[in-house]
């Protein structure tokens, strides 16, 4: 029965996030149930595509993105694919009438992976594009549920929010990118070279993204808006914690977020959200 394939992918894709992101799947906690099965689906399509090209250093990766490429578009065409992941993305995909040119935007980020190490402002701007903004965009398909004019309205927040996720990750992980991967993201940034005064430059900019961010949960359905503004305060955290420290430390620890922490905040995102006040 594919009822019972359909299962055992959604489990999957719920596993994959589970495992990987305990921030996003923290969030996905908290949106309506109807929400879940969907986001954990577009989530465990986005990871299994970043892990071809930031892990399997051992293996053809080109080979494996462009089979899974491939892949991917069968699903989406057959409605069916034998990989888990796959038949999950591509019911979310049909479901939720998800463009084609978000997922040809995304896949083509990851490709810049597979040859790009450092960027300028074009192509920072569109990775970040392919690599964050589309993905919140794919999420807000779900959200909207068909409501062509809310996706419109909601859309550049959206984008915005996702490209501040996606730098906070980068600020985080400067020095891991650098030193396992080679890669520099932000343009104009050299290893050697970065200093007090970049990293306030790429944090301000930063805040703006989030500002923007916060503008548009305001605005999402109510299923929704609770879990993503969770996960904003997860990511803003984090922002104030790397604010506070040096340039150089960023180089050479990663900044977390302990567990009895996040526990206060979803406390306090929670009576924010009670009181009306986010």
């Known amino acids: 029965m594919k009822d019972l394939f359909d299962m055992i992918s959604k489990k999957s894709s719920k596993m994959t996030t ?5 921030s996003f799947s923290t969030g996905i906690r908290f949106f309506s149930k109807k929400f879940h099965d969907p986001i954990y689906a577009i989530y ?27 892949d991917t578009y069968a699903a989406i065409e057959d409605k069916i694919s034998l990989n888990p992941i796959l038949n999950n993305f591509q019911w979310a995909v049909n479901k939720y009438n998800i463009e084609r040119e978000l997922i040809d935007t995304f896949l083509r980020s990851m490709e810049m992976d597979l040859y790009k190490e450092d960027y300028d402002r074009r192509g ?7 690599s964050a903004e589309v993905v919140g965009l794919m999420c807000l ?6 409501k062509d004019a ?33 890669r520099t993201y932000f343009p104009g940034v050299e290893i050697k070279d970065f200093n007090d ?5 790429i944090e301000n900019e930063i805040e703006a993204d989030f500002l923007a961010g916060l503008h548009g949960i305001r605005k999402l359905p109510q299923g929704a808006r ?9 990511f803003y955290e984090l922002m104030k914690k790397i604010r506070k420290l040096p340039a150089d430390k960023i180089l050479h620890e990663r900044v977390r977020i302990p567990n009895p922490q996040k526990y206060v905040l979803l406390a306090e995102a929670c009576i924010k959200d009670k009181l009306n006040l986010i």
């Open 18 to 22: 589970i495992t990987y992101s305990t």
């Open 44 to 70: 465990g399509f986005v990871r299994f595509a970043d892990e071809i090209v930031d892990t399997f250093h051992d293996f053809d990766k080109k080979k494996l993105l462009d089979n899974f490429t491939r």
């Open 124 to 130: 920072y701007e569109e990775y970040i594009l392919g």
């Open 141 to 146: 398909r779900v959200f909207c549920e068909g």
């Open 150 to 182: 809310m996706y419109n309205d909601l859309k550049p927040s959206a984008m915005r929010l996702g490209a501040a996720f996606q730098k906070i990750n980068f600020l985080r992980d400067l020095g891991y990118d650098y030193q396992r991967l080679g």
């Open 197 to 201: 005064e970049l990293k306030r430059k």
């Open 226 to 234: 609770f879990g993503v503004y969770v996960a904003y305060v997860y």
